[in-house]
């Protein structure tokens, strides 16, 4: 049997805001609350993983990158570009406004309100 990835807990302050938050920026699924309380507040990422997002005191934030195909960032920088969100090319200065990744041909780092940094990473 291969190894694959299920889900991940995402900590946030507001598990729900941050849920749609990220689902909104990547074009995803955004999932009905789930766990034994609804607890959870599951996006689809692809077939196999959920990002689950969970309400805590005060989160440490996360790093979780991601490889997309050249017009699904091109949707993404879109979208980010549209909400005002800051973004950057370096996970030390994610609002820089550039694209131009150190380990691809196109990429950006964008932050949420409980500290969690996306990487978004394209080929072309």
Do not use: K, Q, W
């Not at 689902?23 to 990002?51: D, I, K």
């Not at 549209?82 to 950057?88: F, H």
């Not at 090319?89 to 309100?113: E, M, V, Y």
């Amino acid at each position: 049997m291969t190894v694959s990835l299920n889900h991940t807990i995402v900590p946030a302050v507001d598990h729900r805001a941050a849920a749609r938050y990220f689902a909104t920026v990547m074009g995803l699924e955004e999932l009905p609350p789930a766990g034994r309380t609804g607890h959870f507040a599951p996006v689809r990422v692809n077939a196999e993983l959920t990002l689950d997002f969970m309400s805590v005191p005060d989160p440490e934030g996360h790093h979780l990158a991601f490889d997309v195909d050249p017009e699904t960032f091109d949707a993404i920088l879109a979208r980010i570009r549209t909400a005002g969100i800051p973004y950057g090319n370096d996970p030390a200065s994610p609002d820089n406004g550039r694209t131009d990744h150190p380990l691809c041909a196109r990429g950006l780092f964008f932050a949420d309100d409980s500290r969690n940094l996306y990487e978004i990473m394209s080929p072309a």
